[in-house]
């Protein structure tokens, strides 16, 4: 393209020397200037075209570098872009944790709040059954013989159950105390993840 656009340029500078006005006869003097000026200008253009070449080439590359400049950039927004969107994706999944985890604590804590309310209804009647056994081995001892055998089966049979409610008791203790470690443990994660 650019010997092209030389040879048009050399060809339109030989049109303009021909098509110029007619002149004298050249001396052989005027014939060899002209033909240095000629030759200059060949010379002249050749120059100008091996610049301009020149130029192409290296705007060319320099085009090239940024193309591929340009093409690192897009990769890299894009990367950022896809990072952005996983981030983004991490907070949405971490706000749901965190949602569930605080949902689980309301209810744990529910939990062992009635826990407690059912221990304390159980340590009263703990106390009722104790204070009936008392009153009935008061009426065993000042009882008559007759009726000793039936109070004290009576008096054993409340023993049992009493028994039974101290185990329940003792279960649901160690339920509450289990719930409110792992109470304890949601609380604690779920000040970590906020």
Same mark, same amino acid.
């Given at each position: 393209? $650019? ?14 020397? &021909? ?6 006869? =050249?001396?052989?003097?005027? +014939? ?5 000026? $000629? +030759? ?12 301009? +070449? &020149?130029?192409?080439?290296?705007? /060319? ?34 706000? /749901?944790?965190?949602? =569930? ?27 009722? =059954? ?38 329940? $008791?003792?279960? &649901?203790? /160690? ?20």
């Amino acid at each position: 393209m $650019i010997w092209e656009l030389c040879l048009l340029c050399l060809a339109g500078g030989l049109r303009a020397v &021909h098509a110029g006005p007619v002149w004298k006869p =050249l001396k052989i003097e005027d +014939n060899s200037s002209t033909q240095e000026e $000629i +030759n200059l200008l060949i010379f002249g253009v050749l120059q100008f075209s091996n610049s301009l +070449n &020149h130029v192409y080439e290296t705007t /060319e590359a320099k085009l090239a570098k940024i193309r591929q400049t340009l093409k690192n950039h897009e990769e890299t927004l894009r990367n950022f872009g896809m990072e952005t969107e996983q981030a983004a994706e991490v907070k949405k999944q971490m706000k /749901e944790v965190v949602q =569930l985890l605080q949902e689980q604590l309301t209810e744990q804590q529910a939990q062992t709040q009635t826990m407690k309310e059912q221990m304390v209804s159980l340590e009263q009647d703990e106390d009722e =059954l104790k204070m009936k056994a008392e009153r009935l081995e008061t009426y065993l001892s000042n009882a008559v013989t007759t009726s000793i055998k039936q109070l004290q089966e009576t008096a054993q049979e409340h023993s049992y159950v009493l028994q039974g409610l101290q185990h329940l $008791i003792q279960f &649901h203790k /160690e339920n509450i105390e289990t719930q409110s470690n792992q109470l304890t443990k949601l609380q604690t994660l779920s000040e970590g993840v906020a």
